[in-house]
């Protein structure tokens, strides 16, 4: 620019000098470019030995400039043999509300084999991890025990809490569904210069990868969909898998003859001890149980159902449902203590963004069709109340309607369910697929939620990834029946047998 | 010229060289007789200066080798005994190989090699490797290797060693050739017919020693016998009655 | 001076490229080598990256049905026929009493653990054995209210700085072992023919009867032979990147990537190698007294590189070691494709040491050709 009226007088020049300003210029758009490119630091994540590669871009918070900027956070877990420089896979967190940095040591197993060539990037959604995470003090171990949900004032110490939180974060949640958080993440690919991704999204995480293949398709080579929520579907539509997941566990019980004759009317002892606490809570004093120092306990049917719930989810802790409700109708809380003592380890959810997400999506479109349809399940009823609550504090803008319908698409998709999956089940995938034309879905029968950790499916999904979804995928493995034996006693799947033991029990 | 004075030298305990001098012209060959084991080989080692005298010197036209051994070899064509070629090379490159190692810029060295070919009339096996040849196309490219550079001198330790009639006959149309061009020739042989063909000077050694030297006919005459063989065998079976 | 020299080298390197038989021994040993241990690398990954069916003998199995799901899970099952491992799970007689009781419940594992075979599978089983063990176990305190992390004293987090082109250590190890000793290997045949082959077919003492220096001579050919040398080790180098390129390392969770600018990285560090490995074979056959006495101690004297080689292959080097020549370059070797710094100070030491022996080993054998002993084998 500065040579420009020396370049008209001395005209000759020009043409010789020509090839040098491209090169200049080319250079000038070189360093620019690396200018934009983050700088990537070596970093770790829980659980993960590897050194990880973590970095962060500027985004927007919207389109109003005057909203300002938000640091997104990502990481790389590098490929083991970098023969895909140009490809990457996409992990997405469930929640909504995780992290999906925090959550690298998960990713990294379930995608092991896509790992062997291309580096798997996780990013922080906004509002989660390191992105300006949404988190409110949560309620601590103690005070969770001690909280009675059915007095009168519940409604109130709830819209309490949320306009408390709601206040702390002093941020408009609207910026933070679904639809806005889908550009960051292609902001992050471009940033890092990779020219096409696989998606990988878990529970939630399935829904904003949709999201993202709605808004983002030519980014997008293949797409797997672990526990699919459809955009067409409301979160609280979960109470009815819940209640199919827990039968299926109950009818199971019944026709094993040690768990049918050590637990009998399993399903009929777990709703009497509902409709007791229907009532009355209990009161009781029990253990910590980390500190081992007494405390109290107000048994609630909320509490209880949510702890069955939360033990649905893997078969491990399904193992010991039986177990926990028939104590429970004895008198002894121990096992329900045991499953509710990971509750506060919840600190990883980002609650802020959890209702910003459901709060903009999932209630806005509620009718009172799907209300009462929701409601039949107890679940899907108490969400609706509590959201009914929160929702109006936070007053997050709703999203637009055209988010609730089907993802069109041809992008190879493999969707994957579980059979037990207490949170999205099979019928889920279907819904999600109707207007996807490359794609396939595989059930697991005896998997619960997320079938990739619990299965042969990360060798599956690599396969799929590998062949850009190309390859015809051998599923026969997931037939196999993973679900393990209830406990019939504090001590295991073992029966006392004789009084023998009995007696050597007493020396 | 080739002069050689006074060279000691002792190999174990043996002499190999005692005393030993004698000169060789140019435009003449010279031969140096003597039975096995008579310092032939070693005198002319000397003269090559690959072999170190423990006194004495050798000289080439005048050069001390073991002063000057690089002008003096420049000055020198060898051919000695036993000469190995490398087998991989074909004549052309093994010559034109010894010319430049002479001191001869590559360009005269190849036209140098390209005369010496065709002078030996070697032009139908020029481009062969090595391997393989007979032993008097052996014996041309060795002997071709010794004069590419031209030298005055030239030395041969038993060139005649193993050879046929028809390479003999060659060899022997060779060195004629050298003498009529001036060169000095000096060989080493312990066959008497070609020293007698050949020879303008004989050399006659023994333990190390010259026992006698002079024209063919000379010997033949100072002992009194019909030929060389003869005159050969009374000069180094009678060392006793020799005197210096 | 230097016409002279180039000369003699021409004409070494024309001789030396003839020999066709010695060249392809280079040639194969810089081709095969690569290869050869691909496929074995690609045989034994193959062996560590299935994790088949392992099958054993399960005795007493209806004493804990569970735990015999639980090993069939992680595919642990009991075999029958001729692919069973020679591996005997003992389910003892009280294990369900035990178990209910709160008891240990015995299993015995009858099996020969010095059997190398039988060594993974073993330890394969035990670890099932004690995932189960705490799997049970944090059931048990769950069952009794107690959160099961109590077990977990001490959370132990490993950050790890190894990269995946770090992870490969013992095969990187032998990869630049093989590239080293192509060095020493490669151009050996043609050392021995140019040194103690040239004696034996007598045309040495022509050579020396020339104007040239006996050092020239020597340089010469030390000359052509770490050309040669340096030929078989690009040659490596390429068929090494191709060959590594194929194995699939990264199922065992690295790589084995040998970068351009690694192998001009070998390539300069690798030169001074090739003159001093030239430089020692022509003094070692000068030494011998004949052809096949020169094979011999050029073979039997290779074997001190080559240790200083393996020392540092199987990272057994001392302090002091990984100053040496050879092992400290093959060291930074390593270094530069795990992408670690590289050990600047013991290269350059040891570079210069050994362009040093280059130069005394040159220097004692252009001293050897003076000696009449020598050139005539006397």
Same mark, same amino acid.
């Given at each position: 620019?500065?040579?420009?009226?020396?370049?008209?007088?001395?005209?000759?020049?020009?043409?010789?000098?020509?090839?040098?300003?491209?090169?200049?210029?080319?250079?000038?758009?070189?360093?620019?470019?690396?200018?934009?490119?983050?700088?990537?630091?070596?970093?770790?994540?829980?659980?993960?030995?590897?050194?990880?590669?973590?970095?962060?871009?500027?985004?927007?918070?919207?389109?109003?400039?005057?909203?300002?900027?938000?640091?997104?956070?990502?990481?790389?877990?590098?490929?083991?043999?970098?023969?895909?420089?140009?490809?990457?896979?996409?992990?997405?967190?469930?929640?909504?509300?995780?992290?999906?940095?925090?959550?690298?040591?998960?990713?990294?197993?379930?995608?092991?084999?896509?790992?062997?060539?291309?580096?798997?990037?996780?990013?922080?959604?906004?509002?989660?991890?390191?992105?300006?995470?949404?988190?409110?003090?949560?309620?601590?171990?103690?005070?969770?025990?001690?909280?009675?949900?059915?007095?009168?004032?519940?409604?109130?110490?709830?819209?309490?809490?949320?306009?408390?939180?709601?206040?702390?974060?002093?941020?408009?949640?609207?910026?933070?569904?679904?639809?806005?958080?889908?550009?960051?993440?292609?902001?992050?690919? *471009?940033?890092?210069?990779?020219?096409?991704?696989?998606?990988?999204?878990?529970?939630?995480?399935?829904?904003?990868?949709?999201?993202?293949?709605?808004?983002?398709?030519?980014?997008?080579?293949?797409?797997?969909?672990?526990?699919?929520?459809?955009?067409?579907?409301?979160?609280?539509?979960?109470?009815?898998?819940?209640?199919?997941?827990?039968?299926?566990?109950?009818?199971?019980? *019944?026709?094993?003859?040690?768990?049918? *004759?050590?637990?009998?009317?399993?399903?009929?002892?777990?709703?009497?001890?509902?409709?007791?606490?229907?009532?009355?809570?209990?009161?009781?004093?029990?253990?910590?149980?980390?500190?081992?120092?007494?405390?109290?306990?107000?048994?609630?049917?909320?509490?209880?159902?949510?702890?069955?719930?939360?033990?649905?989810?893997?078969?491990?802790?399904?193992?010991?449902?039986?177990?926990?409700?028939?104590?429970?109708?004895?008198?002894?809380?121990?096992?329900?203590?045991?499953?509710?003592?990971?509750?506060?380890?919840?600190?990883?959810?980002?609650?802020?963004?959890?209702?910003?997400?459901?709060?903009?999506?999932?209630?806005?479109?509620?009718?009172?069709?799907?209300?009462?349809?929701?409601?039949?399940?107890?679940?899907?009823?108490?969400?609706?109340?509590?959201?009914?609550?929160?929702?109006?504090?936070?007053?997050?803008?709703?999203?637009?309607?055209?988010?609730?319908?089907?993802?069109?698409?041809?992008?190879?998709?493999?969707?994957?369910?579980?059979?037990?999956?207490?949170?999205?089940?099979?019928?889920?995938?279907?819904?999600?697929?109707?207007?996807?034309?490359?794609?396939?879905?595989?059930?697991?029968?005896?998997?619960?939620?997320?079938?990739?950790?619990?299965?042969?499916?990360?060798?599956?999904?690599?396969?799929?990834?590998?062949?850009?979804?190309?390859?015809?995928?051998?599923?026969?493995?997931? *037939?196999?029946?993973?679900?393990?034996?209830?406990?019939?006693?504090?001590?295991?799947?073992?029966?006392?047998?004789?009084?023998?033991?009995?007696?050597?029990?007493?020396? | 010229?080739?002069?050689? +004075?006074?060279?000691?030298?002792?190999?174990?305990?043996?002499?190999?060289?005692?005393?030993?001098?004698?000169?060789?012209?140019?435009?003449?060959?010279?031969?140096?007789?003597?039975?096995?084991?008579?310092?032939?080989?070693?005198?002319?080692?000397?003269?090559?200066?690959?072999?170190?005298?423990?006194?004495? +010197?050798?000289?080439?036209?005048?050069?001390?080798?073991?002063?000057?051994?690089?002008?003096?070899?420049?000055?020198?064509?060898?051919?000695?005994?036993?000469?190995?070629?490398?087998?991989?090379?074909?004549?052309?490159?093994?010559?034109?190989?010894?010319?430049?190692?002479?001191?001869?810029?590559?360009?005269?060295?190849?036209?140098?090699?390209?005369?010496?070919?065709?002078?030996?009339?070697?032009?139908?096996?020029?481009?062969?490797?090595?391997?393989?040849?007979?032993?008097?196309?052996?014996?041309?490219?060795?002997?071709?290797?010794?004069?590419?550079?031209?030298?005055?001198?030239?030395?041969?330790?038993?060139?005649?060693?193993?050879?046929?009639?028809?390479?003999?006959?060659?060899?022997?149309?060779?060195?004629?050739?050298?003498?009529?061009?001036?060169?000095?020739?000096?060989?080493?042989?312990?066959?008497?017919?070609?020293?007698?063909?050949?020879?303008?000077?004989?050399?006659?050694?023994?333990?190390?020693?010259?026992?006698?030297?002079?024209?063919?006919?000379?010997?033949?005459?100072?002992?009194?016998?019909?030929?060389?063989?003869?005159?050969?065998?009374?000069?180094?079976?009678?060392?006793?009655?020799?005197?210096? | 001076?230097?016409?002279?020299?180039?000369?003699?080298?021409?004409?070494?390197?024309?001789?030396?490229?003839?020999?066709?038989?010695?060249?392809?021994?280079?040639?194969?040993?810089?081709?095969?080598?690569?290869? !050869?241990?691909?496929?074995? &690398?690609?045989?034994?990954?193959?062996?560590?990256?299935?994790?088949?069916?392992?099958?054993?003998?399960?005795?007493?199995?209806?004493?804990?049905?569970?735990?015999?799901?639980?090993?069939?899970?992680?595919?642990?099952?009991?075999?029958?026929?001729?692919?069973?491992?020679?591996?005997?799970?003992? !389910?003892?007689?009280? &294990?369900? /009493?035990?178990?209910?009781?709160?008891?240990?419940?015995?299993?015995?594992?009858?099996?020969?653990?010095?059997?190398?075979?039988?060594?993974?599978?073993?330890?394969?089983?035990?670890?099932?054995?004690?995932?189960?063990?705490?799997?049970?176990?944090?059931?048990?305190?769950?069952?009794? #209210?107690?959160?099961?992390?109590?077990?977990?004293?001490?959370?132990?987090?490993?950050?790890?700085?190894?990269?995946?082109?770090?992870?490969?250590?013992?095969?990187?190890?032998?990869?630049?072992?093989? !590239?080293?000793?192509?060095?020493?290997?490669?151009?050996?045949?043609?050392? !021995?023919?140019?040194?103690?082959?040239?004696?034996?077919?007598?045309?040495?003492?022509?050579?020396?009867?020339?104007?040239?220096?006996?050092?020239?001579?020597?340089?010469?050919?030390?000359?052509?032979?770490?050309?040669?040398?340096?030929?078989?080790?690009?040659?490596?180098?390429? /068929?090494?990147?191709?060959?590594?390129?194929?194995?699939?390392?990264?199922?065992?969770?690295?790589?084995?990537?040998?970068?351009?600018?690694?192998?001009?990285?070998?390539?300069?560090? #690798?030169?001074?190698?090739?003159?001093?490995?030239?430089?020692?074979?022509?003094?070692?056959? &000068?030494?011998?007294?004949?052809?096949?006495?020169?094979?011999?101690?050029?073979?039997?004297?290779? &074997?001190?590189?080559?240790?200083?080689?393996?020392?540092?292959?199987?990272?057994?080097?001392?302090?002091?070691?990984?100053?040496?020549?050879?092992?400290?370059?093959?060291?930074?070797?390593?270094?530069?494709?795990?992408?670690?710094?590289?050990?600047?100070?013991?290269?350059?030491?040891?570079?210069?040491?050994?362009?040093?022996?280059?130069?005394?080993?040159?220097?004692?054998?252009?001293?050897?050709?003076?000696?009449?002993?020598?050139?005539?084998?006397?």
């Amino acid at each position: 620019m500065m040579s420009r009226s020396n370049m008209t007088k001395t005209g000759l020049f020009k043409l010789a000098a020509l090839p040098l300003m491209m090169g200049l210029s080319s250079s000038a758009i070189a360093e620019q470019d690396n200018k934009v490119k983050p700088e990537l630091t070596p970093c770790y994540a829980k659980g993960l030995d590897d050194r990880l590669l973590c970095g962060s871009i500027k985004q927007p918070v919207s389109d109003n400039p005057a909203d300002g900027e938000i640091d997104i956070h990502f990481a790389i877990i590098p490929a083991i043999k970098p023969s895909k420089p140009e490809e990457a896979v996409l992990g997405f967190a469930g929640g909504p509300g995780q992290s999906a940095t925090e959550l690298a040591a998960i990713f990294d197993r379930n995608l092991r084999y896509a790992r062997e060539s291309r580096d798997i990037l996780l990013v922080d959604q906004r509002g989660t991890g390191k992105s300006n995470k949404l988190q409110c003090e949560g309620v601590d171990l103690i005070s969770q025990f001690e909280l009675n949900d059915l007095t009168e004032d519940m409604d109130t110490f709830a819209k309490e809490e949320t306009q408390k939180c709601k206040d702390e974060l002093n941020t408009d949640l609207s910026h933070y569904s679904t639809v806005a958080a889908a550009k960051d993440f292609d902001a992050v690919r *471009e940033a890092l210069g990779y020219k096409g991704l696989h998606l990988y999204g878990v529970s939630y995480g399935t829904r904003i990868a949709q999201e993202y293949t709605r808004q983002f398709p030519d980014s997008v080579i293949t797409s797997t969909l672990d526990g699919v929520v459809p955009m067409q579907q409301s979160l609280t539509a979960i109470g009815k898998a819940i209640d199919d997941s827990m039968n299926a566990l109950f009818d199971r019980c *019944e026709t094993d003859a040690n768990c049918s *004759e050590n637990y009998p009317n399993l399903k009929a002892n777990f709703y009497k001890l509902l409709e007791q606490l229907d009532d009355q809570a209990i009161e009781t004093t029990v253990r910590h149980p980390r500190t081992h120092k007494k405390i109290n306990l107000v048994l609630t049917k909320m509490k209880v159902f949510s702890t069955v719930r939360m033990a649905l989810y893997s078969h491990t802790t399904r193992a010991l449902v039986p177990l926990a409700i028939s104590e429970a109708l004895n008198g002894d809380y121990s096992p329900i203590v045991g499953l509710l003592s990971s509750t506060d380890m919840m600190d990883s959810m980002a609650m802020g963004m959890h209702s910003a997400i459901v709060c903009s999506e999932d209630w806005p479109s509620l009718t009172d069709v799907s209300r009462s349809d929701h409601g039949e399940a107890y679940l899907g009823r108490m969400m609706i109340e509590g959201f009914d609550i929160a929702c109006p504090i936070w007053d997050a803008k709703p999203v637009d309607k055209s988010f609730y319908e089907p993802v069109k698409t041809d992008i190879p998709t493999l969707l994957l369910s579980g059979g037990l999956d207490p949170a999205t089940p099979a019928s889920w995938a279907e819904m999600a697929m109707v207007e996807m034309s490359n794609a396939k879905h595989l059930v697991s029968e005896s998997a619960t939620h997320g079938v990739v950790s619990q299965t042969c499916a990360a060798n599956i999904v690599g396969k799929f990834i590998d062949s850009n979804g190309s390859e015809e995928l051998d599923a026969t493995c997931l *037939e196999k029946d993973n679900r393990k034996q209830f406990f019939m006693n504090l001590n295991g799947v073992a029966l006392h047998t004789d009084s023998g033991s009995e007696s050597s029990e007493k020396e | 010229m080739i002069s050689v +004075n006074n060279l000691e030298k002792k190999i174990g305990s043996v002499k190999a060289m005692n005393n030993l001098s004698f000169t060789a012209q140019n435009g003449k060959i010279t031969g140096l007789l003597g039975p096995n084991g008579a310092g032939k080989t070693t005198c002319l080692r000397t003269v090559f200066g690959l072999l170190k005298a423990d006194s004495g +010197n050798a000289e080439i036209d005048g050069i001390d080798v073991a002063k000057e051994p690089m002008a003096a070899k420049q000055k020198l064509g060898l051919f000695p005994d036993p000469c190995g070629l490398y087998e991989r090379l074909t004549p052309r490159e093994y010559i034109q190989f010894y010319a430049e190692l002479s001191g001869m810029e590559t360009d005269a060295a190849k036209a140098a090699t390209q005369d010496v070919l065709s002078k030996l009339k070697m032009d139908d096996i020029a481009d062969r490797r090595c391997q393989g040849f007979s032993q008097g196309q052996h014996m041309k490219t060795a002997l071709a290797q010794a004069i590419v550079h031209k030298p005055t001198n030239i030395i041969l330790d038993e060139p005649t060693r193993g050879l046929d009639v028809m390479s003999t006959r060659i060899l022997r149309e060779l060195l004629l050739m050298l003498k009529e061009q001036g060169h000095c020739v000096l060989f080493s042989s312990h066959v008497m017919q070609e020293v007698a063909a050949l020879c303008d000077h004989v050399v006659v050694m023994a333990k190390g020693q010259v026992v006698a030297e002079g024209s063919p006919a000379e010997l033949c005459e100072r002992t009194g016998k019909e030929s060389l063989e003869e005159a050969f065998i009374e000069l180094i079976g009678s060392d006793e009655g020799i005197a210096a | 001076m230097m016409k002279l020299l180039s000369v003699l080298f021409k004409k070494e390197v024309l001789d030396a490229s003839r020999d066709k038989r010695s060249v392809m021994a280079g040639l194969y040993y810089a081709i095969g080598t690569p290869i !050869i241990m691909c496929l074995l &690398f690609s045989v034994m990954l193959k062996q560590f990256a299935s994790a088949e069916d392992l099958k054993i003998t399960i005795k007493n199995p209806e004493q804990a049905p569970n735990l015999v799901q639980y090993l069939e899970s992680k595919e642990i099952v009991h075999g029958t026929g001729e692919d069973v491992k020679d591996i005997v799970l003992e !389910i003892s007689d009280d &294990f369900a /009493v035990k178990m209910s009781e709160g008891r240990p419940a015995t299993v015995t594992v009858i099996a020969d653990k010095s059997n190398d075979k039988l060594r993974k599978s073993i330890s394969r089983l035990e670890r099932s054995l004690a995932r189960y063990n705490s799997e049970v176990a944090g059931l048990r305190l769950l069952a009794r #209210g107690v959160d099961p992390t109590l077990m977990r004293a001490v959370d132990v987090q490993v950050h790890d700085q190894a990269t995946p082109d770090s992870k490969g250590g013992m095969f990187l190890g032998i990869a630049t072992l093989s !590239i080293v000793l192509t060095l020493f290997y490669a151009a050996m045949n043609l050392a !021995i023919d140019t040194s103690a082959g040239e004696r034996e077919r007598n045309s040495i003492a022509l050579l020396l009867s020339h104007p040239i220096s006996t050092l020239q001579i020597v340089l010469a050919k030390s000359g052509a032979i770490a050309t040669f040398s340096m030929l078989g080790l690009a040659l490596i180098l390429v /068929v090494s990147k191709f060959a590594y390129g194929m194995v699939p390392w990264e199922q065992l969770g690295f790589s084995v990537n040998l970068s351009i600018e690694f192998m001009l990285f070998c390539f300069v560090i #690798g030169l001074p190698i090739a003159l001093m490995s030239a430089s020692l074979q022509v003094f070692v056959s &000068f030494m011998a007294k004949s052809f096949k006495e020169a094979q011999t101690y050029v073979t039997m004297v290779l &074997f001190v590189p080559m240790g200083l080689s393996m020392v540092t292959t199987y990272d057994i080097a001392t302090d002091v070691v990984q100053w040496l020549p050879i092992a400290a370059q093959q060291y930074a070797m390593i270094e530069f494709i795990k992408g670690n710094d590289i050990p600047v100070a013991q290269l350059a030491l040891s570079t210069l040491v050994t362009l040093g022996l280059f130069g005394v080993l040159s220097y004692l054998s252009s001293r050897m050709l003076k000696s009449e002993k020598v050139v005539f084998g006397l």
